[in-house]
């Protein structure tokens, strides 16, 4: 596999909160999509899903109290230390920095206290690099009919994978490519908390109105209420992940509006099985109905490292046409997963089958397949490409 280098920046000894911000713009720069700092260790970077050493220092406990105070604020320290932890974002711009004029550079900044290594208290910041352009959904080779899926009239589009498979990115692509191609969609979206900013002077329709929660109201749920009145086109949601959000979720698709949401699920048949089961038994079987009535498309993706040094998406989808939904209603819904998972195996067009065709073409190595698929699922394939 070829080597992922990153040369460390040269903090010259001292973590103030100029050399930092400059440093987050030298990553950025560098195409790492996360940084990790934590007390007593060095600073560490993602980097095409690789971690790589970017200090050559180890960061003091005590630096860290000043930085934060200093860029996030000093309210963020309380909330660490009570044991909370804290959620914001870190917006850079500014030639100084190396930033282009009208151009910014934006994080989304999680902060919480644990023990690392010999440091019993330490102060843990993980941040994740929002690109300050909008991704082309046109570049990420999409499959023609899962791009013409994702603009459908109306109805709900689940969006799901892992913590960093590339979900807010490919939405931020599906939003951006409305804004130029289709200049009638009203885009308004909820987000916690708002990583890629959507809109300019490219957009073509409204500019799109992009809500934070907490600060602009106060959930996904009472924001898909809000929707409601405001005569959207396009809905997007941050995640669907209680019962609240996915009813509100549901009934968006089923009043003729577009909605997007995310979740947190391994496979279509898990994310048909999550979105049931956070009802109570005796609602699940009407739900899912109404689940069945509203879903339009539901695709997991995940990334996954290559040989090149690099990454690849791959994507399993189902797109719930009239078809596939009266199959569907003449079975008892605890059946749908099973026979959604039957049909994806019987086209060749699961996760696994993706990532091994990948295999197979010298594009990721055996340790990645596992790590997607299983050993047994690898011993399995082996076999039956000798047979």
Same mark, same amino acid.
């Given at each position: 596999?070829?080597?992922?280098?990153?040369?460390?920046?040269?903090?010259?000894?001292?973590?103030?909160?100029?050399?930092?911000?400059?440093?987050?713009?030298?990553?950025?720069?560098?195409?790492?999509?996360?940084?990790?700092?934590?007390?007593?260790?060095?600073?560490?970077?993602?980097?095409?899903?690789?971690?790589?050493?970017?200090?050559?220092?180890?960061?003091?406990?005590?630096?860290?109290?000043?930085?934060?105070?200093?860029?996030?604020?000093?309210?963020?320290?309380?909330?660490?230390?009570?044991?909370?932890?804290?959620?914001?974002?870190?917006?850079?711009?500014?030639?100084?920095?190396?930033?282009?004029?009208?151009?910014?550079?934006?994080?989304?900044?999680?902060?919480?206290?644990?023990?690392?290594?010999?440091?019993?208290?330490? $102060? #843990?910041?993980?941040? /994740?690099?929002?690109?300050?352009?909008? @991704?082309? =959904?046109?570049?990420? *080779?999409?499959?023609? !009919? +899962?791009?013409?899926?994702?603009?459908?009239?109306?109805?709900?589009?689940?969006?799901?994978?892992?913590?960093?498979?590339?979900?807010?990115?490919?939405?931020?692509?599906?939003?951006?490519?409305?804004?130029?191609?289709?200049?009638?969609?009203?885009?308004?979206?909820?987000?916690?908390?708002?990583?890629?900013?959507?809109?300019?002077?490219?957009?073509?329709?409204?500019?799109?109105?992009?809500?934070?929660?907490?600060?602009?109201?106060?959930? $996904? #749920?009472?924001?898909? /209420?809000?929707?409601?009145?405001?005569? @959207?086109? =396009?809905?997007?949601? *941050?995640?669907?992940? !209680? +019962?609240?959000?996915?009813?509100?979720?549901?009934?968006?698709?089923?009043?003729?509006?577009?909605?997007?949401?995310?979740?947190?699920?391994?496979?279509?048949?898990?994310?048909?099985?999550?979105?049931?089961?956070?009802?109570?038994?005796?609602?699940?079987?009407?739900?899912?109905?109404?689940?069945?009535?509203?879903?339009?498309?539901?695709?997991?993706?995940?990334?996954?490292?290559?040989?090149?040094?690099?990454?690849?998406?791959?994507?399993?989808?189902?797109?719930?046409? /009239?078809?596939?939904?009266?199959?569907?209603?003449?079975?008892?819904?605890?059946?749908?997963?099973?026979?959604?998972?039957?049909?994806?195996?019987?086209?060749?067009?699961?996760?696994?089958?993706?990532?091994?065709?990948?295999?197979?073409?010298?594009?990721?190595?055996?340790?990645?397949?596992?790590?997607?698929?299983?050993?047994?699922?690898?011993?399995?394939?082996?076999?039956?490409?000798?047979?």
């Amino acid at each position: 596999m070829s080597d992922v280098t990153f040369e460390p920046f040269d903090f010259h000894g001292e973590l103030n909160p100029d050399n930092f911000k400059r440093f987050v713009v030298y990553a950025a720069e560098r195409g790492v999509s996360d940084i990790l700092i934590q007390g007593g260790d060095y600073i560490w970077v993602e980097l095409h899903g690789r971690q790589r050493r970017a200090s050559h220092q180890t960061v003091k406990q005590g630096q860290l109290s000043a930085l934060i105070s200093s860029v996030w604020g000093p309210d963020v320290e309380g909330a660490i230390r009570s044991g909370t932890g804290a959620d914001r974002s870190l917006d850079l711009f500014g030639e100084e920095l190396g930033i282009p004029r009208g151009k910014r550079l934006r994080a989304r900044c999680n902060f919480i206290q644990a023990r690392v290594a010999l440091l019993d208290a330490a $102060f #843990a910041i993980t941040m /994740r690099l929002i690109p300050p352009d909008l @991704p082309d =959904i046109t570049t990420m *080779g999409i499959e023609p !009919d +899962l791009f013409e899926a994702f603009y459908p009239a109306k109805g709900l589009v689940l969006v799901c994978g892992p913590t960093g498979s590339g979900k807010t990115t490919l939405l931020a692509g599906v939003y951006g490519y409305a804004g130029v191609a289709m200049p009638d969609r009203k885009v308004i979206t909820y987000e916690d908390p708002i990583e890629f900013v959507l809109g300019g002077a490219h957009w073509k329709g409204p500019q799109p109105a992009q809500s934070q929660i907490g600060r602009d109201i106060a959930n $996904f #749920a009472a924001g898909l /209420r809000n929707a409601m009145r405001r005569k @959207p086109s =396009i809905i997007g949601i *941050g995640e669907a992940r !209680d +019962l609240e959000t996915i009813d509100a979720a549901i009934e968006a698709g089923l009043t003729g509006h577009l909605c997007f949401a995310t979740m947190h699920t391994d496979s279509v048949a898990e994310t048909i099985n999550r979105a049931i089961q956070v009802y109570p038994p005796a609602q699940q079987s009407a739900i899912a109905n109404r689940l069945l009535g509203s879903l339009a498309l539901i695709v997991v993706q995940r990334l996954l490292k290559t040989t090149d040094g690099k990454r690849q998406a791959i994507r399993e989808y189902v797109i719930f046409d /009239r078809e596939l939904r009266n199959e569907l209603q003449d079975q008892s819904f605890e059946r749908w997963p099973k026979m959604i998972r039957e049909k994806l195996e019987a086209a060749g067009a699961t996760l696994d089958d993706k990532a091994w065709a990948l295999l197979q073409a010298g594009t990721i190595d055996k340790q990645e397949f596992i790590e997607l698929a299983g050993h047994k699922a690898y011993v399995q394939r082996i076999k039956g490409a000798k047979s």
